[in-house]
Structure formats: structure tokens, C-alpha cells
């Protein structure tokens, strides 16, 4: 049995970049920074940050793009990949990523307002409707059924 799952609560470390490929598919990616705090043997606590590589792709990435920005909270489930590469000087060259199948945002930023529908005029605003107040009638407890 194989299992390549990935979970990370952290926060962006800078903006997402966009970008389309030739096929039209929409992809972005960007750094996540993970923490972790402990104590080591002498009793001290310490923290340590961990950075990913982040690509999302399709309609995650279009969401990504329009809502995160540098320092939000976001939560990501995907799986792990490793690319390799020449570079100009011959050298090989390796970036693990996590592929994001799954993406949940974090609170959003105080001041700063998530794109909604435009707020109508006073005159477009409906009149108030009344509406009827229904009472319940008294039960009598013999009339419940058990």
C-alpha cells in the first residue's frame, strides 16, 4: 500500500504568482511557512519553521490568486512532488512541491474586504414585509405519543 498525503496549516510567505500554461490551465504558486514549537533537553522553548513549496492548479489556483495574499492563514491538503532538472551549468537541480488538492482560507485579514456582490441604493432596497407572528397552541403532555 502507498501513500503520498500531505496536510499544512501555515501562512503565505509571499503573494501567489499566476500564470497560465499553453494548454490554457490555469496554475499559481507560492511559499507556505509551517511552525513548530517544543522543548529541547535543557527545558528551553524553542520554535521551528519549516518552508514549502506550494502549486495549485485549475479552479484552486483562479482562488488562490484572487483571495491569498502575503502573510494570510490557510489551510492546504495535496501530496508531494519532486521535479529535477539541468541547469545552465549542468548541474542537477531538485525542488519538492506539494501538489494541492485542497484548499480551506483562513480568516480573513482585519481591514480588508473579500469581493461580494455590490451593496444596492437606498432605492433599491425592498419596503420591510410584516410578518405574521404564529403562536403555539398549549400541548397537553397526555396528547404526546411515547
Known sequence: MNLNKVFLIGRLTNNPQPKTLP??????????AT????????GQKKQE?????????????EIASQYLTKGSLVF??????TRNWQDQSGNQRYRTEVI???????????????PSEPIPQEKEIPQK????IIEEEEINPKDIPF
Open 23 to 32: 494548454s490554457g490551465t490555469q496554475v499559481c504558486s507560492f511559499g507556505l
Open 35 to 42: 511552525g513548530r514549537f517544543f522543548t529541547d533537553k535543557a
Open 49 to 61: 519553521t519549516e518552508f514549502h513549496n506550494m502549486v495549485l492548479f485549475g479552479r484552486l489556483a
Open 76 to 81: 492546504i491538503e495535496g501530496r508531494l512532488r
Open 100 to 114: 494541492a488538492e485542497r484548499l480551506q482560507l483562513g480568516p480573513k485579514p482585519a481591514g480588508k474586504s473579500i
Open 129 to 132: 414585509e410584516e410578518i405574521p
